[in-house]
């Protein structure tokens, strides 16, 4: 284990400081739609947000804020990762890679433990009360992609492609499931995949994917079309369970409910897989651009880049609802929050929706006036999220 003498931590306890009208066109059971005029809509107007509290970090915010224990942890764009008080804003610690990179989207908060990759093939866990160093394993391959972690086990994705790295389209992508405490490697597990995307922990299994090439040919293409393959592994040994292949594209997410795991790649599908042996189930295509599904109560809810929000029946694939923002308003990004019987999400112009559970009905509709790359966080009623000048937010919603 190599000790991570390249960390230098700062803690600061400086105080934060700072410094289109909409229509709807809910869908019910997908077949009945129901348009909200111009005129009409005068009453779901959105109304201008006032951040209940604001801050300035060292960098742009490129990926989602987690929340632990009443602290929001956000890794900026310089590989600075930041812990601050969630109700106050208030800075609480910063860590800094002292010589190397820290990878901003392989960030990782749970229970105790901060955990991230770091340039040369490391992955690195400090204390998430102080930033103080735990350990951090030298594991050979880059990890750019954020771990999971369940019943102690860390489990790590790599990968031979990435932002910053000399690709290495030949390389074979490996996971590993180190000790959460220690940073032992327990197993690893070497796949025919060039890349390896953030897993998931369902039942006995953890799920992973990624692509490689099908020839040199396409090495300069977009991957849209290239092999897609899922892995399933035991969790405790790292067999292989199984494994799907699809001419999906590069994995753009996993999730899974107690039936199924789904996932969706270039090719902007939702596939089903059955999630005891691999087998489709179901898929829908409304081939858009599409983020992070949240699951709730068997449903699925996600938005696409047709500016349609929808729910999905996990285990069947039906469309129960969609509802459509028209203005080019609901550019849905990040993954949406569940909050008090209300799905919550952000678009690209950090607006902030509330849409009802039951039917996609809009609750709420929040103007932010910023500019927002990824999705937020939820601190009991407070919605979190950042910018790509650094700054970062918290608005009020709900009750």
């Given at each position: 284990m190599l000790f991570i003498s390249l960390m230098l931590l700062i803690v600061s306890s400086?105080?934060?400081?700072?410094?289109?009208?909409?229509?709807?066109?809910?869908?019910?059971?997908?077949?009945?739609?129901?348009?909200?005029?111009?005129?009409?809509?005068?009453?779901?107007?959105?109304?201008?947000?006032?951040?209940?509290?604001?801050?300035?970090?060292?960098?742009?915010?490129?990926?989602?804020?987690m929340v632990w224990n009443g602290r929001v942890f956000v890794a900026t764009a310089d590989g600075t990762v930041h812990a601050l008080d969630a109700a106050t804003g208030q800075?609480?610690?910063?860590?800094?890679?002292?010589?190397?990179?820290?990878?901003?989207?392989?960030?990782?908060?749970a229970k105790d433990k901060v955990c991230a990759g770091l340039e040369g093939g490391l992955i690195t866990c400090v204390g998430a009360a102080n930033g103080q160093p735990l350990w951090t394993t030298e594991l050979g391959i880059e990890v750019q992609s954020r771990p999971a972690i369940e019943d102690g086990i860390l489990y790590v994705p790599t990968t031979?492609?990435?932002?910053?790295?000399?690709?290495?389209?030949?390389?074979?992508?490996a996971l590993f499931a180190l000790d959460a405490d220690s940073g032992d490697i327990l197993w690893e597990a070497t796949t025919e995949n060039y890349i390896l995307r953030r897993p998931i922990v369902a039942d006995n299994l953890v799920i992973t994917g990624g692509t490689d090439l099908a020839d040199e040919e396409n090495e300069s293409s977009s991957d849209y079309n290239s092999p897609n393959r899922i892995y399933a592994f035991d969790k405790t040994s790292g067999d292989i369970v199984w494994v799907h292949e699809s001419d999906d594209g590069l994995i753009r997410w996993l999730i899974a409910s107690d039936e199924v795991v789904a996932f969706a790649g270039r090719s902007e599908i939702i596939q089903a897989l059955n999630l005891a042996d691999g087998?489709?189930?179901?898929?829908?295509?409304?081939?858009?651009?599409?983020?992070?599904?949240?699951?709730?109560?068997?449903?699925?809810?996600?938005?696409?880049?047709?500016?349609?929000?929808?729910?999905?029946?996990?285990?069947?694939?039906?469309?129960?609802?969609?509802?459509?923002?028209?203005?080019?308003?609901?550019?849905?990004?990040?993954?949406?929050?569940?909050?008090?019987?209300?799905?919550?999400?952000?678009?690209?112009?950090?607006?902030?929706?509330?849409?009802r559970m039951a039917d996609g009905q809009q609750e709420a509709h929040l103007e932010t006036g910023l500019s927002i790359r990824v999705g937020g966080a939820l601190f009991e009623n407070l919605y979190i999220m950042g910018d790509a000048e650094g700054g970062l937010y918290a608005f009020e919603i709900g009750s």
């Open positions: 400086l105080a934060a400081c700072s410094e289109p009208e909409l229509v709807i066109t809910p869908t019910v059971n997908s077949h009945t739609t129901v348009e909200i005029t111009r005129e009409t809509a005068v009453s779901l107007s959105p109304s201008m947000a006032i951040p209940i509290w604001q801050t300035r970090l060292s960098d742009a915010v490129n990926v989602t804020p800075k609480i610690w910063e860590l800094r890679p002292e010589n190397g990179r820290l990878w901003d989207a392989s960030l990782r908060v031979w492609v990435g932002t910053g790295t000399p690709n290495d389209y030949e390389g074979q992508a087998e489709p189930v179901w898929n829908f295509g409304p081939s858009y651009w599409m983020q992070f599904p949240v699951l709730a109560d068997g449903v699925f809810y996600l938005g696409t880049g047709d500016e349609r929000f929808h729910a999905l029946d996990a285990a069947s694939g039906n469309l129960l609802w969609e509802t459509s923002i028209d203005l080019d308003s609901l550019n849905q990004i990040g993954q949406p929050l569940v909050f008090g019987g209300t799905i919550w999400l952000n678009a690209v112009t950090g607006d902030i929706y509330g849409l």
